[in-house]
């Protein structure tokens, strides 16, 4: 070796030696963060939540791992099941966005701006975060090596984001974040090309959606022409696919409020802020119009109160008895007017930070313990609002269509399996009525929802349960509509068959009739003010009907032969044969501020009920 080069090498290995020393050396604590030293009014409303971020955001910082193993993995179960919070999780890695969004954000209220302890934290973490993905462009979830789509598209959805606050800001490594703008590129185009992920997602839809805010932040960033061309073609298939011809957006195959209403509706908030100016944006605001038609009829809004009651007993995954924030501050009410019905208006939101911030006021500089810690909240941050006037709501919440006619019967079924919903509008009540196959043995079907103007709802069949679901049931077994419900449907005594999509029969008397498996079969009879409802079952059976009550209502069943519920000044009877025996069932199941509790009628062979409202 000549002179020449020798002092070269040794330069290289001393630098080398330099920077293994470095990195063996135990990281800067990021600090506390003393709130005393701040005042609450240095938030801006849109920042109110942040107060118990921004204390707990050292925690958070500090628990990403120092050292191999797993060298940059987030260990403190803040954000997904502590039995899921596993280096193999992508989902953990989702709080990226916190580590960047506090150190790229100068606020005068933020000691963490381009702090060097975060710096190393953010750049540890996203280079663990790349080597979870596999060579095609997957992240896993549940188990190593288990790709999955919700692990490879919510890890986009962040990564964009966190993409845009790191690149306003630079700071981090060159090298760490080439390669992670490279590693988000490959699984977006992964999620867009593959056909399994897409599959899955005609049946999960918020898991594949989640995937198209990324892909729009990561095109804004670095324009992709491939990308935006298969994008565009995606989203394009998405819309024939993902959502139901009557309405709903598909989750574990069928209807859940649950996800519709929240993480879904989260996506599309975030791809119509990137594209409210564009075709994919009017695109967005017709899927929000064919929803919101849906949600409409099956949601009732309870007097004097925010909540609107769901038919809920069908929902496949989530627990989701009432609409109450789930549409929190959306954009699209600005196109779609009947979603001004559920989303808060200004006068609220106004009223709602005014309320929180004295919270604040009152408890400073006390934040509540760290429990959830989720990076959610960021990405709505700081994106395009509109809010409706009080006026504006109130004329939203008059076109629902229970309110604007007094008489109607329309039918949606599902395209896929032959799930139908019937929505019952007469005068003395609203009704809705499920029927088909089982999808998920969470749901329950027949009578879903009972509603009246004046007393609001009183009836509601809750999924997943045998004790609080409307039905009927066979001595020692189970309900009968826990399973499939193929039922025959007439209207003033012609048959109205199911068809796919929306179909509205003539007003009149609707008539619905289906068998209890071998043992017997069950009609009802929808009149204009009364519901009559006939059991013929051999043997010994009950019949439940879970009703809702507020504090102040009345169950009576001290006549025989009659139970009769007092809600809101209206008087709900439910007339039977006086030879059954009815008693009362308390659970703990609570719909908005309504408690549920299950009339149960004990009989056999045969029983006819009939349910009315009255003053």
């Not at 068998?515 to 006939?534: N, P």
């Amino acid at each position: 070796m000549t002179q020449l080069y020798r002092p070269t090498i040794l330069l290289i290995l001393f630098s080398c030696l330099a920077i293994l020393s470095l990195s063996a050396q135990p990281w800067p604590k990021v600090k506390d963060v003393d709130l005393s030293k701040l005042k609450p009014s240095d938030f801006t409303d849109d920042e109110l939540d942040l107060p118990y971020y921004l204390k707990h955001f050292h925690t958070v910082a500090n628990s990403v791992r120092e050292s191999d193993p797993d060298k940059g993995f987030i260990d403190l179960p803040i954000w997904r099941r502590p039995a899921d919070n596993k280096p193999y999780n992508a989902r953990i890695m989702e709080n990226i966005l916190s580590l960047a969004y506090f150190y790229s954000t100068k606020r005068p209220w933020n000691p963490y701006y381009k702090d060097p302890a975060v710096k190393i934290r953010i750049e540890a973490a996203l280079h663990f975060w790349i080597r979870l993905q596999d060579s095609t462009g997957r992240f896993s979830e549940y188990g190593v090596q288990k790709w999955n789509l919700a692990g490879t598209s919510f890890a986009t959805l962040c990564m964009g984001r966190t993409l845009e606050f790191l690149e306003k800001t630079g700071g981090i490594d060159s090298g760490i974040l080439r390669k992670t703008r490279e590693a988000d590129r490959k699984a977006i185009m992964f999620i867009l090309r593959d056909k399994e992920f897409y599959d899955h997602g005609k049946n999960y839809t918020n898991q594949f959606t989640a995937c198209f805010p990324g892909a729009l932040a990561y095109i804004k960033l670095y324009p992709d022409k491939e990308m935006e061309v298969l994008l565009k073609k995606k989203i394009a298939e998405t819309v024939k696919d993902f959502q139901s011809p009557a309405g709903f957006f598909y989750e574990g195959g069928g209807t859940d409020h649950g996800y519709n209403l929240n993480t879904h509706h989260s996506n599309m908030r975030l791809i119509y802020d990137f594209t409210r100016n564009s075709e994919i944006g009017k695109g967005i605001i017709e899927e929000e119009k064919r929803y919101v038609d849906w949600i409409a009829l099956n949601s009732v809004k309870e007097p004097d109160s925010k909540f609107f009651t769901l038919n809920r007993a069908t929902e496949t995954r989530t627990s989701a008895p009432v609409i109450a924030a789930y549409f929190p501050r959306s954009p699209l009410g600005g196109s779609v007017e009947l979603l001004r019905a559920f989303t808060p208006s200004k006068e609220e939101i106004d009223e709602t930070n005014k309320q929180k911030r004295k919270q604040i006021v009152e408890n400073w500089p006390e934040v509540d313990k760290l429990e959830v810690y989720s990076p959610t909240i960021l990405l709505h941050l700081n994106r395009y609002q509109w809010y409706p006037t009080n006026e504006q709501k109130q004329a939203a919440v008059k076109k629902l269509p229970y309110f604007t006619k007094s008489e109607f019967i329309q039918q949606r079924t599902d395209s896929r399996q032959p799930t139908s919903f019937t929505f019952i509008r007469q005068p003395g009540y609203y009704a809705v009525f499920n029927s088909g196959p089982v999808i998920n043995k969470r749901q329950r079907y027949g009578l879903g929802l009972l509603w009246n103007s004046r007393s609001g709802s009183f009836l509601q069949s809750q999924a997943d349960s045998d004790v609080a679901a409307w039905g009927t049931k066979a001595a020692g077994g189970k309900l009968y509509e826990s399973g499939d419900l193929p039922a025959k449907m007439t209207v003033n005594g012609q048959p109205v068959i199911a068809q796919p999509g929306i179909s509205d029969f003539p007003a009149g008397v609707l008539t619905v009739i289906y068998a209890l498996g071998s043992q017997g079969e069950k009609s009802l009879k929808f009149d204009k003010e009364q519901i009559s409802v006939t059991v013929k079952h051999a043997g010994a059976f009950t019949e439940t009907l879970p009703l809702l009550i507020n504090e102040d209502d009345k169950i009576d069943l001290s006549k025989p032969g009659e139970i009769s519920l007092r809600k809101n000044g209206e008087t709900i009877t439910i007339i039977y044969d006086d030879s059954a025996k009815p008693r009362l069932e308390k659970t703990s199941l609570k719909s908005g501020t309504q408690s549920v509790v299950s009339v149960v009628i004990e009989t056999q062979d045969k029983l006819i009920y009939v349910i009315k409202a009255q003053k």
